[in-house]
């Protein structure tokens, strides 16, 4: 059990390139597994941008809602792709969460996204390098983009976009120095809890 140790390695004002760098580092992974997208979503527009990308999303309140009557939790139920734009707007923000297969519609996702905060997951596993002491881990590796944010796990929303890399939960800060290095960067400061 426990959590990847996350490195931040790369942080941009420009979407486009934490894109292109993270997938660079996709590409050392041995295998890429899966990915995991959220974004969170400002207007009726984003979310039928979204709706149409993702069709089997799951939207849910960016925010935890009680229901004003009863005091229970309020779940977002309404059907996105024939709600108006006026019921839509009732209920932003929202969050959208799929996971999908490597390659499907992830670049899309990036290039639909606004200016919400958002997130990209490749889970995958580096390759074993023995010589150097390092030992892919399947549970923990990948690489991750938090667009408008700085931490691993969602924090505060920034202008900048940062790219982690991922590796076993007891870290390994040579192999995220040498990860960093393929796309021209550095270490960006202490590992964060990842996924």
Request: aromatic share 8%; proline share 6%.
């Amino acid at each position: 059990m426990g959590n990847s140790k996350a490195y931040p390695v790369l942080r941009t004002d420009d979407a486009n390139t934490a894109y292109t760098q993270a997938r660079r580092l996709c590409a050392l992974l041995e295998r890429e597994d899966e990915v995991w997208l959220t974004a969170e979503l400002r207007t009726a527009g984003e979310v039928r941008r979204m709706a149409a990308l993702l069709p089997g999303g799951t939207f849910e309140h960016t925010r935890t809602r009680t229901d004003p009557e009863t005091g229970r939790h309020a779940v977002f139920d309404l059907d996105v792709t024939t709600a108006d734009d006026a019921a839509l707007e009732a209920h932003l923000p929202l969050d959208i969460n799929e996971d999908v297969p490597p390659g499907s519609v992830v670049a899309r996702f990036a290039s639909a996204l606004g200016r919400g905060a958002a997130v990209i997951e490749w889970h995958g596993r580096w390759p074993d390098e023995p010589a150097a002491g390092h030992y892919g881990s399947p549970r923990y590796d990948g690489v991750q983009i938090a667009f408008h944010g700085d931490r691993a796990q969602r924090g505060r929303r920034t202008e900048e976009h940062t790219v982690f890399v991922h590796v076993t939960k007891y870290g390994d800060l040579p192999r995220a120095r040498k990860l960093a290095a393929h796309i021209g960067g550095e270490v960006l400061g202490e590992p964060q809890l990842g996924w």
